[in-house]
Every structure is written in structure tokens, then in C-alpha cells.
């Protein structure tokens, strides 16, 4: 797989899925591959299913918060390899047109996403088998097993698919959330996040990741943020749901943004998609046998875009219900969902609050108040979104 850590669930070919497994896990992100790495303990036979190749790459900051590296301790914590100049990156509101920065004590550790994402595979234990390229397209259960409908994705595969049963299904496939919709679950409203990769040169830029306001944005212009990560920033603009234009919005900011930081040549652009979260029904754990976790289940700070430290989390809830439930021997088929409901409510409770005070944060006014405060009251209400 030319990757730089070992993996030791093996990766399999579509012609050699199984028709049956314990659990089914959609998705090999933070969220999926946590949510394998735990519904396997105990033996069970775990099925990690991605559309893409692997190791996978996703547009993302790569920020990993607090409560990232809590998660990931038990797992053995950060390989140095990964870590970027400079190590550590503040969070830091900066408000254009007044000249406001405010810089606050949340800190991240600035990682390489790219590796990140290769060494997550690496946790897999051997009784999960692998399979990219392969699209879950339909699913439907009963009340003793999940059927899905799997897809080869490869160019040259003629569309080839075949029907998988498990005992569990684990769905953490983002913000397109195909499992989410054929639940018949509300499917989310998605921002357009669009990221450039921008020179820089060594120490040009403080070691903060600004989080920037402009009455020159445009009115679609939901915030834009700015981080250095090695030789290289990444600026970038999340828009509202609807918005047309992205790109050249995304490079009218660009050229604002050059006329108060020392940014050099772009040196790539790449576009993506983040669920817009308004409402505490937007948060779902689930129907039945199916779980879902990470963005799927709503589960990302609508405040700060940070999803990395929610994947982790409720994946790791979302498996360790399903193993608990498999090694107990329950046969209920909404045991395992119960489980992972109360283990979701301190979270639920987390984003919640957020979305109560996204509205306020969001406004014209609360990003006014914000550089009026003292910066300490900034950096306080910052540690809760």
C-alpha cells in the first residue's frame, strides 16, 4: 500500500468480501476507523468498507484539539513523524476591519492530515478486513440482521455489486450521509468549504490559526480561516448552503488576505463539503441496527468546523456499544443503539449548547462584541465551542 506504518487488518478485493459479518462499518475516517478498531475487540468479524482508495485524503485543516489527543492516548498518542512547523498553533480571532486580534489558550497540535489519516489505519486489529473502493448504494434491516447493497467503484468494474448481511451496522460516511438518508432521517443542508494551499516562507506567519471576519467577505461568506502548516498556509472559506460562485468568492478573500499577510503562490485549491448544523434533531444516533457516528450523526461543532475530535469519540462509543452488546450475547436488536444513546449525551448536550449560540456568534454583532471584550473573556468562551 507504500504507506509509512504497518497495517495489520488485511485489505481485500470486492470478489472476496464474505456475505456475512458481525458488524459492517461504512466509512474509513476518524469516525470508522475508530468504530472498527472497537467493535472488533472480542473477535468479531468487522467489515470496513470505503468508496475511495485508501489511504484516504481529505480536505482539512488538520488540527488536532484537546480532546483529539485525550481520545487518541489509549491508542498510543501522536507518531512525531506527523507533526508539522510549528508543533503547536493557537486559536486566534481576527477581525479585518477593526485590526482586532485576539488570541486565546485553546491550542492545537498541527499534524499532517494526510498521515494522520494513514496511521489511523494502522490501528486496525487483523479481524478487520479492508475493503476501499467499494460504495455502500442501499441498506435495509429486520430486526435480527442489516442487508446492504455494496458497489464496486473501481472505473473498470462494470458496476458490480452484491448483497452483505451483518448483525451491526457502524455509518460514518460523512456529510453526504448516504446511510443517514435511506434511514429517512432529514438529510443535512451542506456548507462549500473551499481550501488553498498557499508558500509561505519559514516563520513568516505567528503560529496561530485565525479565525477571520471582514464586512468585505461576501454575504455567503460564513468565516475564513488561515494556519501555517510547514512551508506551506491554508486558507480557507466555508459558504453558506446555496451559494454559487464559490471559487471566485474564495479568491476575492485570497486577495484581501494578501494585502495583510506575507502569502506567496498558490500552490493547490481543493473543494469539500461540511454539514450545516441548526437543531438538536440535526443529532442522531441511529435507528435500529444501524448506529451512526461522526459527521453522519450530526456530530460536529457547528461553531468552530472542529469534527476530528467528535469522529474519534463517537466512533469509539458507537464500536464499543456494538462489541459490549456482541460479547454479552444480546440478541435485542436496539440494545447496542441504547448503549450508545447514554454514552452520546454528554456530547449531545456539548453541541446542543453550541447550536444555541451559534446564532449570536455567527451575527454581526456578536463578532463585534467579541472585539470589544476582554481577551480573556474571548479565550473562556472559546474553551466551550
Known amino acids: 500500500m507504500g504507506m ?3 497495517v495489520r487488518a488485511p485489505f481485500i478485493a470486492f470478489d472476496d468480501c464474505e456475505s456475512s459479518y458481525d458488524v459492517v462499518v461504512v466509512g474509513a475516517g476518524p469516525a470508522g476507523i475508530m468504530a472498527a478498531v472497537e467493535a472488533s475487540r472480542g473477535g468479531a468479524r468487522v467489515l470496513l468498507v470505503e468508496a475511495g482508495a485508501l489511504p484516504r485524503y481529505k480536505s482539512c485543516g488538520g488540527m488536532l484539539n484537546l480532546y483529539t489527543r485525550r481520545a487518541l492516548e489509549p491508542y498510543g498518542g501522536i507518531p512525531e513523524e506527523m507533526v508539522l512547523d510549528p508543533r503547536w498553533i493557537s486559536f486566534r480571532y481576527h477581525h479585518l476591519d477593526y485590526g482586532v486580534k485576539k488570541a486565546t489558550d485553546v491550542r492545537f497540535l498541527n499534524v499532517d492530515r494526510e498521515m494522520f489519516d494513514e496511521w489511523l489505519l494502522s490501528l486496525l486489529p487483523a479481524n478487520v478486513q479492508v475493503l476501499p473502493m467499494t460504495r455502500l448504494v442501499d441498506v435495509a434491516q429486520s430486526p435480527t440482521f ?8 473501481h472505473p473498470s468494474s462494470g458496476r458490480r455489486s452484491r448483497i452483505v448481511r451483518a448483525r451491526y451496522l ?3 460516511d460523512g456529510p453526504r450521509a448516504t446511510v443517514r438518508e435511506r434511514l429517512g432521517i432529514r438529510p443535512f443542508d451542506r456548507y462549500i468549504t473551499v481550501q488553498e494551499y498557499v508558500k509561505i516562507e519559514p516563520g513568516a506567519l505567528e503560529p496561530y490559526f485565525d479565525a477571520l471576519c471582514c464586512r468585505r467577505f461576501s454575504r455567503d461568506y460564513g468565516i475564513g480561516y ?3 502548516k510547514g512551508d506551506v498556509a491554508i486558507v480557507g472559506s466555508v459558504l453558506y448552503p446555496g451559494s454559487t460562485s464559490c471559487e471566485r468568492k474564495h479568491e476575492e478573500v485570497l486577495e484581501i488576505l494578501r494585502e495583510r499577510y506575507p502569502l506567496g503562490p498558490s500552490v493547490k485549491r481543493e473543494k469539500w463539503f461540511a454539514a450545516h448544523l441548526r437543531r438538536p434533531a440535526d443529532l442522531v444516533a441511529g435507528k435500529g441496527r444501524i448506529l451512526l457516528a461522526g459527521e453522519g450523526g450530526g456530530f460536529l461543532s457547528c461553531t468552530s468546523g472542529e469534527g476530528i475530535s467528535f469522529a474519534l469519540n463517537s466512533g469509539i462509543m458507537a464500536g464499543s ?4 452488546v456482541l460479547e454479552g450475547g444480546c440478541r435485542v436488536g436496539g440494545e447496542a443503539l441504547a448503549r450508545y444513546e447514554r454514552k452520546l449525551r454528554p456530547m449531545k448536550r456539548n453541541l446542543e449548547f453550541r447550536m444555541g449560540m451559534f446564532p449570536l456568534l455567527n451575527s454581526t454583532l456578536g463578532k463585534t462584541v467579541a472585539c470589544a471584550v476582554p481577551t480573556p473573556v474571548v479565550s473562556k468562551v472559546t474553551e466551550r465551542l
Do not use: F, N, Q
Not at 146 to 153: A, P, T
Not at 321 to 324: I, K, L, P
Open 321 to 324: 456499544s456494538v462489541a459490549e
Open 226 to 228: 488561515l494556519m501555517p
Open 4 to 6: 509509512r506504518w504497518g
Open 170 to 172: 457502524i455509518a460514518a
Open 146 to 153: 442489516v442487508e446492504m447493497m455494496l458497489k464496486d467503484s
